[in-house]
């Protein structure tokens, strides 16, 4: 169920008050019962119920103000605020003495499992402030300020303060550029400002403890209950006891992000031609993550962390021409290319291992962020000679295996020998855009391209190139067919194992591949009905028309996958089809 509502009242003249507020509510429930005489085993029955209730507010005035019609000021404030609100519920027996629908009430069964319940709310509660100012739409100035504070964190750290401040200059305004008339727009812009966030786990700051009955089938879960006969005089009835799940952390606090960005707006020949160009340094401190622990910590060790900090400087540069021919076809054709460098750029201690690295002061600093850690896979051994000049493997050289090489040169494979293998951030991404219309029929096209990408493939190889490393049981891919062999001895493709002595699962560069492809994302072809044809049936506009996403790819011939975009996955992205019609009366 969704409501939305708004109340607006202008006690002056450019004085807007407005107070919206939007609830939507989800109710879920599900009753099951199973009957002993279709399925093997006991009847059963299950009953669970979800409510879900987020509520939106926001309460902003606006004022505006023009004096001496050059300067135009507006000043905005507001408070909003956002609540989640969650519960659940889940019970279930076995063993019902009958299958009359009457009997199915879980208070009939001989058996009960555990119940269970859950419990989630947070809230997101902000307070805004922002002043516009313009001179005659020349000079332009922003500034803003937002303090949200979020349920999520500790009393000391619940709020978080985030400025922002905006300069822009039309230069194509001034009089000396007024005389030069194939320039028609010309504005230099720059930005800062800071932003937060707060997507970290509700009870994060909390220490949680859960009890733990040991219930289940021992022959399929490992049972590491709590409960103990504490006074030693045994019974079906025992403390439960409790165990650590989590490790709170009170001095958690906001994610920021500081960006500083300057750029140009450009338009020539009365902005048939037209573009922009940008630059920016992106900052981010404070990422919160949740990272792995040292089994030694024992349970409950997951904290979350402020962790590492990260810089991102980068450019975007668009250019596009529009006209129209003398036959009158329209034609709109833009491009845009963009790229950035991504690196870490503070590591605090209790995170250092979190984000790769050997845990021996190789690590992440100074990297892009999830960078891949691993092997240098140095091709197959191919002869004995191969296997006796090489370092020692643990036991898993032999022919036709992933050779590894041994970095430090101690004469033996081991987690000594990884370093970083590859960035999953692209050189640079690029656009093309073709926009044609030809008296009632119109034609866009949208490419889109990345270069330089690494991607990990190591969830489609593992099926693909190899029979023992994943899941021995299932159907394996057509390049196996191609594995190495002495009768096929040229192959880059390891040879076919029934085990996996040689660890080639391990993260190497056998999995680490160029993921750069460029790709039709959008065709789209229509036409409009002639104005005279579609008002006889009372229709202002009928346009009809069919369109496809993802009509093909280009990829590089390095990359053995389907999809570089899903190169996680063994599917491409699909391809869509569209038939579809617009009418407006």
């Known amino acids: ?3 939305n509502g708004f109340l607006e009242y202008k006690p002056i003249k450019g004085l807007s008050l407005k107070a919206t507020i939007g609830v939507e509510t989800l109710n879920y429930t599900s009753n099951n019962y199973n009957s002993s005489r279709y399925l093997y085993g006991a009847s059963s029955a299950s009953l669970s119920s979800n409510q879900q209730t987020t509520i939106v507010n926001e309460n902003i005035a606006n004022y505006d103000l023009t004096i001496h019609d050059d300067h135009n000021l507006n000043f905005m404030g507001g408070f909003t605020y956002q609540q989640y609100l969650g519960t659940s519920f889940g019970a279930s027996g076995t063993d019902f003495i009958s299958d009359a629908p009457e009997a199915w009430g879980l208070g009939a069964a001989a058996n009960f499992g555990t119940p269970s319940s859950g419990y989630t709310k947070w809230v997101l509660m902000s307070y805004l402030a922002r002043a516009n100012y313009s001179y005659k739409g020349r000079y332009m100035a922003t500034v803003s300020f937002r303090a949200d504070g979020s349920s999520r964190y500790s009393e000391g750290n619940k709020w978080g303060y985030f400025p922002a401040a905006a300069l822009a200059w039309r230069i194509s305004d001034e009089a000396f550029l007024k005389d030069i008339s ?10 800062w400002g800071q932003t937060g966030n707060q997507e970290t786990s509700n009870t994060a700051v909390h220490t949680l403890y859960v009890t733990d009955y040991g219930t289940g089938d021992p022959t399929w879960t490992s049972l590491n ?5 504490l006074t030693g005089k045994g019974g079906t009835s025992l403390p439960s006891g409790y165990k650590k799940t989590q490790q709170g952390n009170p001095d958690l606090k906001w994610e920021t992000t500081t960006q500083t960005n300057i750029g140009l707006d450009f338009g020539f020949f009365n902005q048939k031609l037209y573009g922009t160009a940008e630059y920016y340094i992106k900052k981010t401190k404070d990422i919160l993550v949740q990272p792995p622990y040292l089994g030694i910590i024992g349970e409950g060790g997951y904290c979350w962390y402020n962790g590492a900090s990260m810089e991102n400087k980068g450019f975007e540069v668009s250019l596009g021409y529009r006209d129209q021919t003398p036959f009158g076809l329209s034609y709109d054709i833009s491009g845009n290319i963009s790229g950035y460098r991504n690196k870490v750029t503070e590591l605090p201690a209790d995170v250092e291992n979190s984000y790769g690295g050997n845990g021996k002061g190789d690590n992440i600093l100074g990297r892009p962020i999830n960078s891949f850690y691993g092997y240098i896979a140095d091709g197959l051994f191919r002869t004995e000679e191969d296997i006796a000049k090489h370092a020692t493997q643990n036991g898993g050289e032999g022919l036709g295996r992933i050779r590894y090489r041994d970095l430090n040169e101690d004469g033996k494979i081991d987690e000594d020998d990884r370093t970083w293998i590859g960035s999953p951030h692209p050189d640079f991404m690029y656009g093309l855009n073709i926009e044609l219309s030809y008296k009632n029929f119109d034609l866009s096209a949208f490419f889109y391209g990345v270069n330089g990408i690494d991607v990990n493939t190591y969830a489609v190889k593992s099926e693909t190139d190899f029979w023992s490393i994943n899941d021995v049981r299932s159907n394996k891919g057509t390049r196996l067919l191609d594995a190495w062999s002495p ?22 560069t056998y999995f680490v ?23 006889k049936a009372y229709i202002e506009k009928c346009r009809i028309y069919v369109s496809g996403q993802n009509l093909f790819t280009i990829k590089s011939k390095n990359f053995s996958g389907v999809d570089p975009e899903n190169a996680g996955f063994g599917y491409p992205i699909p391809t869509t089809f569209t038939v579809g019609i617009n009418i407006g009366f």
Request: proline letters at 5%; zero cysteines.
């Open 225 to 229: 209950g709590t409960s103990y006969d």
């Open 513 to 535: 591949e160029n993921g750069s492809f460029l790709k039709l994302r959008n065709l789209q072809l229509g036409y409009t009905l002639p104005r005279k044809i579609s008002e």
């Open 182 to 191: 194939w320039l028609s727009d010309l504005k230099l812009r720059f930005g």
């Open 487 to 508: 009768t096929n001895p040229d192959s880059n493709i390891p040879a076919i194992t029934a085990l996996n002595a040689n660890d080639e699962g391990r993260m190497s």
């Open 1 to 3: 169920v969704n409501v």
